[in-house]
């Protein structure tokens, strides 16, 4: 009777849920609602494309893919609550999240309920550091990002005034310190260190105090949204400033928010996989639906890519044996040979600084 329970207790999630039994149930999982919903849209766009390419050519172990889509809004206990859903549907991979802080917390779910989790976007060390063995990601991490940001504003801003701000949470807080950390670490001492709350809509005053402390630029520890509204602000203010962030910056949000405000804004991102040869084939079907595959799209397709591979090198779909072959293997995709590390994290190139200019980002 209690089996029997179980199988109804599953069933009814699948049915609230709007997903239909499927041979394999696969999910994303971001902010598909809220501020910052256009890395949601990213996730979401390349899962779909993946799933359908994926089972164009047969599925995975002779079975084809359905997806499921979690939205965590980027906050902590909605990953959690997304994260249970999942494990009551039976999903067998995670592509996901995107905020490092609802990463790590649904991290523990998945490690509990022992399903795959590959973040396309999650750049906190702590999800590896402490993720269980299930727990991957395709990005990098932050403590290789900041390496690449604290050198650069040392060696080009290293004697002008530097402000480093952030969100206060873990991704914009990792990000900024460790970033500090690099800038210290060469010789060089930030003017202001400073927090701001996310999601509000006038920094003026933020933006005055910079102002007033002879502030040359300033890196923010954050995302799109708040980084852009804070340039336009400074020139509002007819402030003159430069403004350094992160990953974060990687979509044309950025643009809409800042207009011509945010020329000349430089920000560190993995290479370009939309510029890599092996993409040239996705990036088309992207572009020919009039959809551009930018930030994270394509990772969350690379997720899924090394996922369907590592699937068919074990020749089953359980777990532990997904995860040996991850462990133990390179794959083929979107974002070139990759593979993973003894902590989960990717072994691929790591960062570079791209330009903000006539509303596009490329390599500076």
Not at 205 to 228: P, Q, R
Request: charged fraction near 25%; charge should be neutral; proline fraction near 3%.
């Amino acid at each position: 009777m209690k089996a029997f329970k179980t199988i109804l207790l599953v069933m009814a999630g699948l049915a609230v849920s709007g997903v239909a039994m499927a041979d394999l149930l696969i999910s994303t999982a971001g902010p598909m609602t809220g501020q910052y919903a256009s890395f949601g849209e990213q996730m979401r766009r390349g899962a779909e494309m993946a799933v359908a390419d994926i089972n164009a050519t047969g599925g995975v172990l002779g079975q084809k893919l359905k997806l499921a889509v979690g939205d965590d809004a980027c906050d902590p206990k909605q990953a959690v609550a997304v994260a249970n859903q999942f494990a009551s549907q039976g999903v067998k991979l995670v592509a996901g999240h995107f905020c490092s802080g609802s990463s790590i917390p649904a991290s523990k779910v998945y490690e509990e309920e022992n399903i795959l989790q590959i973040s396309p976007a999650s750049t906190n060390p702590k999800l590896t550091e402490e993720g269980g063995p299930n727990t991957f990601r395709v990005c990098g991490r932050d403590d290789q990002q900041g390496i690449v940001a604290g050198n650069l504003l040392a060696d080009k801003y290293g004697k002008k005034k530097i402000a480093i701000l952030h969100d206060k949470t873990a991704y914009g807080k990792g990000l900024a310190d460790e970033t500090k950390k690099q800038l210290n670490k060469r010789g060089y001492k930030e003017a202001m260190y400073e927090a701001y709350t996310a999601g509000e809509k006038d920094y003026s005053a933020l933006v005055s105090k910079m102002k007033g402390a002879g502030i040359d630029v300033f890196y923010v520890g954050g995302y799109h949204t708040e980084a852009g509204l804070m340039i336009r602000q400074a020139d509002d203010q007819r402030y003159n400033v430069q403004l350094v962030s992160g990953d974060a910056l990687v979509t044309d949000e950025f643009w809409k928010i800042t207009g011509k405000t945010g020329q000349g804004t430089l920000m560190t991102f993995s290479p370009d996989p939309r510029k890599d040869p092996v993409a040239t084939s996705v990036v088309k079907k992207f572009r020919d639906t009039g959809y551009e595959p930018e930030g994270y799209t394509l990772y969350t397709y690379g997720a899924i890519q090394a996922w369907k591979q590592a699937v068919e090198k074990a020749g089953s779909t359980d777990t532990t044996k997904v995860i040996a072959a991850l462990r133990k293997n390179k794959f083929d995709t979107v974002l070139g040979n990759i593979g993973f590390d003894k902590k989960g994290d990717v072994t691929a190139p790591g960062y570079v600084w791209y330009e903000w200019k006539d509303g596009t980002y490329d390599y500076r």
